[in-house]
């Protein structure tokens, strides 16, 4: 008797099935958690480098704002490989 699997299951996931990233349809498969995961690198680079740019300190306002533009470039990257390679095979 052959089994049938479910949407939203590990193997079905695993092979690469379900809803993907440029679904677009809500909290369901992994277009959410790859949404959830750029949310999270975008909000956490936002509040550590207005905290970094703010506090007083030994380095001069031009190097906080420019150590802080280096990281949003790096997360952009990233964001983007993420999104190139969502889902391949390792």
Known sequence: MEQHEQ???PAVLAAGGDKGIG???????EGFIFKALQGYRYLSWFLTSVFFI???GEHPLLFRCGVAL????????TNQLYRQYWGQPR
Not at 23 to 29: I, M, N, P, R, Y
């Open 23 to 29: 679904d677009g349809d809500g909290f369901q498969g």
């Open 70 to 77: 280096s990281l949003l470039a790096a997360a952009v990257v």
């Open 7 to 9: 949407p939203g299951c």
């Open 54 to 56: 703010a506090m007083t």
